[in-house]
């Protein structure tokens, strides 16, 4: 083989991908020519990704160029890419992945920490994908959704002009080209709740499939690790008939149990409309094998139902909005009441965890004695969050709804440093248990549980529950039917609802809104 001819967008992160994989094969002594080929996507500026017609349109000049052999190589963006090729071409291998997060830019004064994603409230947020604006909508529905299209730079400029509060884009692409972010708050989305394209990331290398010399090459590049992950991502768009205007995430995460086998974790967000709210669910699996077809099939058997909730309606709630916007029928009313413990304590620990929301609003509440270097942790992101409308940020977060684990991971975490654990009357205590020297560890009692005096609970489909004070205040006036299906908010629920003799069909991977509405969608 003489020279291989690569055919790349002329966009700066285009070009990067191209010039990344020149340099690959230069290392394989192979010698390269590169042509800048204008696609229909680079043409037209003016217009979102979903009102532009047909698909492929940053890819289809560079695959007629492969097929009037003008080219050898096409190096695209892999999300780019349709998931059917016209007849001849194939992708030959995949690179590395970069990470596949979104990022989210923010103007220092639209900056509002104590909001989900660190912007204010009634913001202009920027992007043309379909799939960001529906997710962004079912996080933060108070924002203002303005179409942004041009390359990454000129995205970047448009948001220090003041046209945006904030922008989303593709952690990938802004960190390939080293772009300066002086200015903005930078906050990176973690993939398993903000879910990126199918293959973002990853760039895929087509070429011509019977050009064997080619490809006797370029399959030396391909990551078949990446390859298994996208395999399942792009199977489930192919399978949903989908591109660019589809508001679909999907995300698979290559990982290993306690046992040290290989599990594929996989994250899916899938609207119908880019202004309709998703449908959220997570798959676990030890093989690759029919994974994108199982989703596929569990995202059209769901069907809307009844579900009744141990928690409070909260304003702009995301389990109740978004499960009542896909037509589920949602009773939402918790049967215990939390009230404050007064406490006075001099003593001025390194660390204090929390392992709930409630123990952080009673704790500060009551103006705690802390000092500058105090640290803070919580047990999951929605505690985090909490504690950031004190003005408080973590110095730890545990990512795991194993709490024992948690508790490892805090224990390493911490060293001989002296904890303060502000908890509930009756707390299990599940996060403390873990810390080999107690004497390090301070309990303190912030708020109790009582169980209020409701009426009967009206049977439904689906009962969540969020807490084990709960499940014993439903048991004494209600009874469950074997037709119900019982999720748990964590072990220490699961327990109690098990020792009620109850069956429990799921448990959400998350402590959040978004593991109880991947859980719902699961069994619904």
């Known amino acids: ?93 995949v690179s590395y992945r970069e990470n596949p997060s979104e990022l989210l830019l923010i103007r220092k004064e639209a900056e509002d920490l104590k909001q989900k994603f660190h912007f204010k409230k009634n913001a202009v947020v920027g992007t043309s994908s379909a799939r960001r604006k529906s997710q962004l909508l079912s996080f933060r529905p108070d924002v203002e959704i303005k179409d942004l299209r041009g390359n990454v730079p000129t995205r970047i400029q448009k948001l220090r002009d003041g046209e945006y509060d904030a922008i989303m884009l593709a952690y990938a692409g802004v960190n390939r080209l080293k ?33 064997t010399a080619v490809k006797e090459i370029i399959s030396k590049l391909n990551d078949s690790l990446v390859q298994e992950c996208i395999g399942i991502e792009r199977k489930v768009l ?167 684990m948690v508790g490892k991971q805090f224990a390493a975490r911490v060293g001989a440093q002296k904890v303060l654990f502000p908890i509930a009357k009756g707390s299990l205590k599940s996060i403390q248990q873990q810390f080999t020297k107690q004497e390090q560890v301070k309990d303190l009692f912030v708020y109790e549980t009582i169980k209020k005096n409701e009426e009967p609970v009206s049977v439904t489909d689906i009962c969540i529950f969020t807490s084990p004070s709960n499940v014993e205040a439903f048991f004494e006036k209600n009874k469950l039917t074997p037709e119900q299906k019982i999720i748990a908010m964590g072990d220490a629920t699961a327990a109690t609802l098990k020792r009620f003799g109850a069956r429990v069909h799921k448990q959400p991977v998350s402590f959040d809104d978004l593991g109880l509405l991947q859980s719902v969608y699961a069994i619904c």
């Open 1 to 93: 083989m003489n020279k291989i001819i690569i055919g790349s967008r002329g966009s700066e992160l285009a070009l990067w991908q191209a010039t990344f994989i020149t340099e690959e094969l230069k290392k394989l002594n192979v010698e390269v020519e590169l042509k800048i080929i204008k696609t229909q996507g680079d043409k037209i500026q003016h217009l979102s990704f979903d009102k532009l017609e047909g698909k492929g349109f940053f890819t289809k000049e560079l695959e007629d160029a492969l097929l009037s052999n003008e080219i050898d190589l096409a190096v695209h963006s892999h999300k780019d890419l349709t998931t059917t090729f016209p007849d001849g071409l194939t992708i030959a291998a």
């Open 179 to 211: 772009i300066d972010l002086e200015g903005f708050t930078v906050l990176r989305l973690d993939p398993k709740e903000f879910i990126p394209a199918p293959a973002q990331g990853v760039l895929g290398l087509q070429i011509r499939d019977n050009d």
């Open 238 to 404: 192919n399978l949903l008939d989908g591109g660019c205007q589809l508001p679909l995430g999907v995300f698979c995460d290559r990982d290993e149990d306690t046992e040290g086998n290989t599990v594929f974790k996989t994250y899916v967000s899938k609207a119908d409309k880019w202004n309709e709210a998703p449908k959220y669910l997570y798959w676990e699996t030890e093989t690759t094998e029919n994974v994108a077809q199982k989703i596929v099939e569990r995202l059209h058997q769901i069907k809307p139902c009844s579900v009744f909730v141990t928690r409070d309606q909260r304003k702009n709630d995301q389990l109740c909005n978004n499960l009542s916007s896909n037509g589920f029928k949602v009773n939402m009313r918790s049967l215990i009441e939390m009230q404050a413990v007064p406490f006075k304590l001099e003593e001025i620990f390194d660390w204090v965890f929390f392992s709930s929301k409630h123990a952080v609003k009673f704790y500060f509440e009551q103006s705690p004695n802390l000092n500058a270097a105090t640290k803070f942790g919580a047990i999951s992101k929605a505690t985090a969050q909490e504690l950031r409308k004190f003005g408080k940020s973590c110095d730890f977060i545990g990512n795991s709804t194993d709490t024992k």
